[in-house]
T-cell receptor, first 116, second 116 residues
Framework: AQTVTQSQPEMSVQEAETVTLSCTYD???????LFWYKQPPSRQMILVIR??????QNATENRFSVNFQKAAKSFSLKISDSQLGDAAMYFC?????????????FGKGTKLTVNP | DAGVIQSPRHEVTEMGQEVTLRCKPI?????LFWYRQTMMRGLELLIY????????DSGMPEDRFSAKMPNASFSTLKIQPSEPRDSAVYFC??????????????FGPGTRLTVL
């Protein structure tokens, strides 16, 4: 079974600085998708960024980018120019590609605090 | 677009009572997911439907839990009888259900259930 590990329960960053959140996963499959979701205090889960495993190029969405290392099974999220609104729980998630399964497997999350 | 709609937002009930959580997916989406979030276990998939048919219910804890999707615009998750350990936030999510694609799951605001 696939597992997703986020080794940092909590992280903090100064406003306008850069922070990197770590995520590793365990799978024997070669094709899959990886996601980062944000959960602010409102509880709403919001997709931040996604990566297809077959793509070597790292995904980028404005101030958010990932460092995808397929061989190392690592998928970290970098937030540049951190803003107060970035404070939230961040969840890394995995979805297999074979078999048509849509099941998302989530890590336990990292709580990000942004200090003014 | 109204997004995924869940009701109620909060539910407090006593042990042994029946609880019904409701979800309306985004119009046009073919897949619907029920997740449970707790501090101990994180975010875990309970069941998901595609075209109103249950595809994967391996995450349903036990016979006390049941889920239905009578039509494309409505789903229920029922717990009978409820127990204190069922206290959690229950999320509903929906997606287009595109096989083989990095389909995005859109989450509702969640229902916070407290069983006394």
């Amino acid at each position: 079974a696939q597992t997703v590990t986020q080794s940092q329960p909590e992280m903090s960053v100064q406003e306008a600085e850069t922070v990197t959140l770590s995520c590793t996963y365990d799978t024997s499959e070669s094709d899959y998708y990886l996601f980062w979701y944000k959960q602010p205090p409102s509880r709403q889960m919001i997709l931040v960024i996604r990566q297809e495993a077959y793509k070597q190029q790292n995904a980028t969405e404005n101030r958010f980018s990932v460092n995808f290392q397929k061989a190392a099974k690592s998928f970290s999220l970098k937030i540049s120019d951190s803003q107060l609104g970035d404070a939230a729980m961040y969840f890394c998630a995995y979805r297999r590609d074979q078999g048509g399964s849509e099941k998302l497997v989530f890590g336990k999350g990292t709580k990000l605090t942004v200090n003014p | 677009d109204a997004g995924v709609i869940q009701s109620p937002r909060h539910e407090v009930t006593e042990m042994g009572q029946e609880v019904t959580l409701r979800c309306k997916p985004i119009s046009g989406h073919n897949s619907l997911f029920w997740y449970r979030q707790t501090m101990m276990r994180g975010l875990e998939l309970l069941i998901y439907f595609n075209n109103n048919v249950p595809i994967d219910d391996s995450g349903m804890p036990e016979d006390r839990f049941s889920a239905k999707m009578p039509n494309a615009s409505f789903s229920t998750l029922k717990i009978q009888p409820s127990e204190p350990r069922d206290s959690a936030v229950y999320f509903c999510a929906s997606s287009f259900g595109l096989a083989g694609a990095a389909d995005t799951q859109y989450f509702g605001p969640g229902t916070r259930l407290t069983v006394l």
